[in-house]
């Protein structure tokens, strides 16, 4: 299984727009990069998918280049509540989504 | 649409009893799974059940037995608990193990679980 490479922390400002860069050298062919958000005593929440290229939903970006060993998550315009542990994630779709958790950037969004 | 309940929310065990950690979906998903978290740490996987009537060890199986009851239901026992079985346990579900989506799981509010 594909191993993941992230910052442990990181610090923003409301109103910034904030990237989360994510290596993952080994990814295989048919893994997907998947990003989880989570707050503090409770589960995590999926917040973005995608295979290749760029992907964009209603709260973040997400940003593959061609040769996919690494992998950005932007967060436009962030705010206090966006202050949260995000993990990158490589799951092969085959095999129950089988999914390895690294320790996750820890976000903290100040006023 | 509950999504992925878990029950109890807290336990304290003693050493050496048991316990089962019970999780249902109500999202017509056919994989579930069990993670546990330890303070500062990232989740690790326990045990999975890509489809009903089958279950496979994750990163962190010792000390650990899964039952998938049924499609909605997915247990997780702990035969003899030890301290160093303390931790967050979260249970979680996807679409389906033939899609890309079985990345995208929905994680449940997890049990808080004390061995003494």
């Known amino acids: ?111 | 649409n509950a999504g992925v309940t878990q029950t109890p929310k807290f336990q304290v065990l003693k050493t050496g009893q048991s316990m089962t950690l019970q999780c249902a979906q109500d999202m017509n998903h056919n994989s579930m799974y069990w993670y546990r978290q330890d303070p500062g740490m990232g989740l690790r996987l326990i045990y999975y059940s890509a489809s009903e009537g089958t279950t496979d060890k994750g990163e962190v199986p010792n000390g650990y037995n899964v039952s998938r009851l049924n499609k909605r239901e997915f247990s997780l026992r702990l035969e003899s608990a030890a301290p160093s079985q303390t931790s967050v346990y979260f249970c979680a579900s996807s679409l389906g193990t033939f899609s890309g989506r079985s990345t995208e799981q929905y994680f449940g509010p997890g049990t808080r679980l004390t061995v003494t």
Request: aromatic share 10%; with cysteine.
């Open chain 1, 1 to 111: 299984l594909a191993k993941t490479t992230q910052p442990i922390s990181m610090d923003s400002y409301e109103g910034q727009e904030v990237n989360i860069t994510c290596s993952h050298n080994n990814i295989a062919t048919n893994d997907y990069i998947t990003w989880y958000q989570q707050f503090p005593s409770q589960g995590p929440r999926f917040i973005i998918q995608g295979y290749k290229t760029k992907v964009t939903n209603e709260v973040a970006s997400l940003f593959i280049p061609a040769d996919r060993k690494s992998s950005t998550l932007s967060l436009p315009r962030v705010s206090l509540s966006d202050t949260a542990v995000y993990y990158c994630l490589v799951g092969l779709y085959n095999q129950g989504g089988k999914l390895i958790f690294g320790q996750g950037t820890e976000l903290s969004v100040k006023p």
